[in-house]
């Protein structure tokens, strides 16, 4: 099986040799050759062959990612940025070799405005990391998209998550950008009001570039205050159109949930195993509420009464944060609690978004095609938002299962598509899904391309990945 | 005194003769070039001077504008998009002639999808004309920038206004656009899936470019469900610094206002002459609460506390839907009943947006400027996104009194860019600001004129707006 987005463009460019002299007298032991750190920045988390770059530099500051880009660019060699690898569509992959810049010593965070709910940090620090350095001013930084991924990365891939449905998503809670461009120039976008009429967007450009553009090396962000009170409860369905049924009338109805996370029998059943938990193996929901402690009270007995007409039952509660976190860590666990059903094998996660009011059709009748097509595949979804995953466990060894779950996921984005959907939710396109996009966008792909050719003439920046030039 | 960013471009550069014969060959009556239309085109709603086009097309159809737009693309001649010609800072302007084309007659409310929360709508559709249309499916359209602009123009200035606060801007509010290039290529972007990650974000793209990338003519529109309870309420405070401290404690307290509305007295004692009404002349909050019956009264006491805090009083209440029509009607005519102080005069609105720590400052020191050069400048504000606006109210044919309003104005800019501000927070950038932007974004300014070239090589686009090429 050839890899998507790879054909014809998979040959290096230019021996890496002169470039790779020049960053090792400017950066000594910080750039590194060797196999194993290649390989580990030419992996992601997904089942895509690992592709290493030919060398990974490892950056202490802007200026010296600009430094970086600038003797790259001098011989056209290919610049990839990498945060934690945590990408899902074969994003830090180096399909035309090139050198790998690492951001995770840039992990500072530089200023907290508690005032006025923001921070600015370099793109290396994690949101683990963001959270924990602000937990005594009583803020918090929502976006999770399950894992502790840089928030460079995180911007690069335009993340979401969990707590999207009622936060928002990157595209939302980015204010400003320091990027380093394909030339070495160094820009800062947006800034710190909330809201600027001042020209086009260039965060929003940005976000969601996944390092093609050029590479970000600081991030202006929104902080929120940690709710008054909290509280997360699980709810089981008798099938899974009721389980989709009742997130629909609950973001139909306005009621303001944090969280509403979709596992179906098959997730939940995987969970039990990883996890040690005992939940019922049928189709759930994991809810989380925000709010004032009489608001809680108020969504969460909304959202009964809707489960309970539609048969949820064992609206199972918890308020305590050990209790919480045990939940929340049970879903974030879903991907590996998913793979380790099947030992040895790996884990091709793949991500739609859909109008809502089709997120039942198009949940059924996927369901029905793994059914049909006797696949291992998961469900999960942050299903507030018309968004699902599929895992499929597989053994990417082997050409028959990688074709199953191909044309498997070739239905699944058709569909999402024909909805009025689009191919990637929060997952991102990497090569993986770069196919898609010509499909979803038209001949607004072109206009993409333009843009490309426009900030990255020679295609230096993460060549490959979502548009061709 | 020069119009900003006119210099050295205002020439024509084609004979108009030979366009508009083949424009008037495929539209017939619908081009116009009498005076009294191209004037109307030609003014907005401030105090730049009239720049009529060389003619104006009324376009039916999204086919029929991009037919035009090739017309005018083989003959170089500017294009430029008019909605309802409220924009303030000249961004209808024919600096270089051109033919404008008038999307008014394109208002068709194309689709309401109420089970997604969504609708798209033709460019000219208002916003008032799309509640007005939606009334009865129980849902609305937040966005509310005073003016019943059409939606196409909100777009294109990335309006936003009273509701922000609550509901984001046009930013945050559009799903996806169909846009027509300098070439006539149609394209569409975004989509109907509540988030993505599928590619470059072109929909926050053109959300603000002016017309200078393409025209827009479809939105797909987030609605909300019209909430199960508001109410609204005023309140005045001694000084303009109580009034906005109690801003930043709202915000800072999470409180979820719906709109958090600052007058001064100046502006206050404009509104009571202008609607008739009798608010004590002294800095006065409007307030609008939206949620539960139970979470709107939780919010104003809230509210209602923090205001007596800081010396406030006379917290006044509506909550019958004529009371808080009457209210925001007295708001929404602040404007007008501004430059009706001083009768023959005209207004010049700006508008800056602050990082809300520095909102009191950044607003005591604009005050005392005013004070000391002796202008009327009454002052407005979407307080909760550290947002607010001065009208300067003057004789345009003055030069002194133009300079005066002009040092003052830079004065404001300069003053919110130093605090980590933005020069323009909704109003736009039109010619009147595009001065600022190479201050407010250095090297990111010419990144914007890298993508206007890459889009619009020619620069027949609303030429001479946002960026220099």
Chains 1, 2 share one sequence.
Not at 112 to 137: F, H, M, P, S, W
């Amino acid at each position: 099986m050839t890899l998507p987005g790879t054909a014809g463009s998979s040959a290096r460019r230019n021996d890496p040799a002169p470039v790779i002299a020049e960053l090792k007298a400017m950066l000594g032991d910080r750039l590194s050759t060797s196999a194993a750190v290649r390989e580990q920045h030419g992996r992601d988390e997904s089942y895509h062959p690992v592709l290493p770059p030919d060398a990974v530099a490892f950056a202490h500051s802007t200026e010296e990612v600009a430094a970086i880009v600038r003797v790259c660019a001098r011989y056209d060699m290919p610049v990839i940025p990498f945060g934690t690898g945590t990408s899902l569509e074969g994003g830090i992959a180096a399909l035309n070799g090139g050198i790998t810049i690492d951001l995770s010593n840039m992990n500072q965070v530089l200023r907290v405005g508690a005032d006025d709910l923001d921070c600015t940090v370099q793109a290396g620090v994690t949101r683990k990391q963001l959270n924990e350095y602000i937990r005594d001013t009583g803020l918090f930084f929502p976006i999770d998209p399950g894992a502790d991924a840089s928030l460079g990365g995180m911007v690069a891939t335009r993340a979401s998550g969990t707590n999207a449905v009622r936060y928002g998503t990157m595209r939302d809670n980015v204010l400003g950008l320091k990027v380093v461009l394909a030339d070495g120039r160094v820009i800062h976008t947006g800034g710190r009001a909330r809201k600027s009429a001042a020209g086009y967007d260039l965060t929003r450009l940005f976000v969601g570039s996944e390092g093609t553009l050029g590479i970000v090396t600081e991030v202006t962000l929104r902080l929120y205050g940690i709710p008054e009170a909290v509280s997360a409860a699980t709810c089981t369905f008798p099938t899974i159109k009721a389980a989709v049924d009742t997130v629909i009338q609950t973001i139909q109805c306005g009621v303001p949930v944090a969280r509403i996370e979709l596992l179906d029998e098959v997730q939940i059943d995987a969970v039990n195993r990883y996890s040690r938990t005992d939940y019922p193996v049928a189709p759930t929901l994991f809810f989380e509420f925000h709010g004032t402690e009489r608001g809680v009270v108020e969504q969460a007995e909304m959202v009964e009464a809707i489960a309970g007409e539609q048969g949820g039952s064992g609206f199972g509660w918890a308020t305590r944060p050990e209790d919480r976190s045990r939940l929340w860590q049970a879903r974030h666990d879903a991907y590996y609690a998913a793979i380790a059903l099947r030992p040895g094998a790996k884990g091709w996660p793949t991500d739609v978004c859909v109008p809502i009011s089709r997120l039942a059709d198009c949940i059924v009748a996927t369901k029905e095609d793994i059914a049909a097509a006797g696949v291992l595949a998961p469900l999960v979804g942050h299903v507030g938002d018309g968004n699902f995953h599929l895992v499929y466990v597989l053994d990417p060894e082997n050409p028959a299962e990688l074709a199953r779950a191909d044309a498997l996921n070739r239905r699944l984005v058709e569909r999402a598509l024909e909805m009025g959907g689009t191919c990637t939710g929060e997952h991102g396109v990497g090569y993986g899904k770069m196919e898609w996009l010509a499909v979803e966008h038209g001949e607004g792909w072109n206009v993409m391309a333009d843009i490309k050719r426009a900030l990255d003439p020679r295609n230096i920046m993460n060549p490959g990945k979502i548009v061709r030039t």
